[in-house]
């Protein structure tokens, strides 16, 4: 494979502060079990940052969307690429110690239909990492070698549930869930004895049927809320793809429930109830997976919200007395303080634009709602749209300053009842005169004062997580390539280096041999399938390589140069092709399904997939087939559609080349590209 890793040629040798551990890894995804993303190190801090620079680099060819948590564990960086492929690097040098390939396209590649490709990180235990495939296989792996110790399918081979979360780890055991809730499955997770692979116990989301529930408390619980019909049969949702953490405190697992599907709930449970668990936080005994407490962040969802996001633990003085909490900022556009030992609720406010609900009732936990938000009464307008306020990007918390630092987003969206779909519901995207919609910001949070403490504001929607550290810093990238820091207390730009590309991982920071690092993975995608410009459309598929970035004061290394952002369209037409107007618009029909990868209205946010207007494979009929319906890029991430008929295929060629020539001819006709 070929790489390219570029190392400084000298390196300034930095003093440790006497916080520094010689070594302090970064065992877990978020950090440590409480999820933190928080770094207690201070070797690189406000006064010595202007010295951080970059030590060294590794190029990894064919990767497109990086959005993996780094671990670092004695001295190697062990993360996983777009494929759930998993790399191990040196911290040292940079190099490439081993990759191992999960050929999810060789395994499973119906499942590559369900979702792009993207992989949210590792677990690291006794020796062993663990990995979720894209296409539900959870497989351990030789730490030292890459060797795969043992595989287990975690779903159903012909379902529609994926993985693309990280698992997590505790007690010997290793745990995850899954995505596929926007398509009805039902959600659960699994933890597997570590050395073995055995499934030790399972926790289900939502409910089954009567036959399914019965002795399980729980689920019988569960079900009341569900009620009359055959919901088991038209779907639920409410998958666990993120959001997981452990709490050694208190033996517990916690974890954030996704989604309804369908998203209508008239079309999902006519019956009227809450429908538990979704957009909950569920907590759990680590030991047995026995449903413990929950909280509901949304009752009786419809609109896609979730509460998948992470879920911090920590202990906060509250009214002068320490209280263990848990925080979670779900996409619903609320910040919520839960006490963690009784699931009941501290606190919640609003961190960003939510218009769904005026407030949080905190005598019931309940939120209290605008009326016809359910699109019960025809179409409503509502705060935020159906990525949140905040979604999976990793928020972090520092208790030196007491903040969370949360990336958030703001967008509304327009609900259309459309109970001939399967959600039951179109959603789009809608904007007002607020310059601040279709934007993001980074929020210093005060999960006590239940306030920002400062936000800065960001161009686009979709940007990185956050790394706090005991060094009074805040690292965030974003998806104009900038990797920056802020003073964690007043948010002071204090830093930026220019990856070169869009970053949408969080960074960690770890010691080494008595030096503070900080390492990323820079790789940005983002779900473009509404187009109006919500994502940077300048990086270009395949344009810029994906990256690993490892920096420590006095590193001097550089990046070699790449092309830069570009947000020019050359489309590609040939004149003399008559394009028929019926099969257009067949394909336009057809194209949603392509969207997620290739764009709106094929407006490619540049990656995962290429922008067709610009696609050489795109003007010829006879090779748009071999990829689309023959699968001759599946290797590449690019799913086949066997099942498409000849027409069909006519239909969205068609449909490609009319957004072609339309780019073409309004660049004829303004001059600008």
Known sequence: MKRLITLAAALLLTPLSAATPPNADWPHYGGQYDEAGYAALDQINRQNIGRLGLVWSLDLPGEQSLEATPLAVDGVLYFSGSFSDVYAVSVASGRLLWKHEVRVWQHNPDKMHYIFPLNRGVA?????????????????????????????????????????????VFNGKVIIGQGGGDSGSRGYVTAYDQA??????????????????????????????????????????????????FDPELNRIYIGTGNSGPYNPRKRDPG???????????????????????????????WDYKAAAGMVTATLNIESRPRRVLMQAPTNGFFYVLDRETGKLISAEKIGKAT?????????????ELPGIRYENGPVVIWPWTAGVHNWQAMSYNPGTGLVYVPTMQLGFRFTPAPDTFLGVVATPEFTDDPHDGKGALVAWDPI????????????????????TAGGLVFQGDNEGWLTAYDAADGTQVWRFNAGLGIIAPPVSYSWHGTQYVSLLVGWAGPNPYGHGLMPTGWRYNAQPRRLLTFRLGGRAKLPPTAPYDETVHPLDDPAEVLDPAAVAAGAKLFPVCSGCHGGQAQSAGAPGPDLRESAIAMDRALFGKVVHDGASLAKGMPQFANYSEAQLDQLYSYVRAMARAEKQRIAATGVR
């Open 124 to 168: 690291y235990a006794e020796g062993r990492v663990f990995v979720g495939a894209t296409d539900g296989r959870l497989i351990a792996l030789d730490a030292k070698t890459g060797r795969e110790l043992w595989s287990v399918e975690t779903v159903e081979h012909n379902d529609r549930r994926t993985i693309t979360g990280a698992p997590r």
């Open 449 to 468: 004062a239940q306030k920002a403490r400062w936000t800065h504001r960001q161009k686009y929607m979709w940007n990185g997580g956050t790394l706090s």
């Open 272 to 302: 009227g109830g809450d429908n538990l668990f979704l957009a909950s936080i569920v907590a759990l005994d680590a030991d047995t997976g026995k449903y413990v407490w929950h909280y509901q962040v949304n009752p009786r969802e419809a």
């Open 356 to 368: 769904w609900a005026d407030h949080i009732d905190l005598a019931t936990g309940r939120p209290v």
């Open 196 to 245: 073995s692979g055995r499934q030790v116990w399972r926790f289900y989301v939502a409910p089954g049927s009567p036959e399914q529930n019965r002795g399980d408390a729980a689920m019988e619980m569960a079900a009341k809320t569900w009620g009359a019909g055959d919901y088991w049969n038209s779907g639920t949702g409410g998958t666990v793809w993120n959001g997981i953490t």
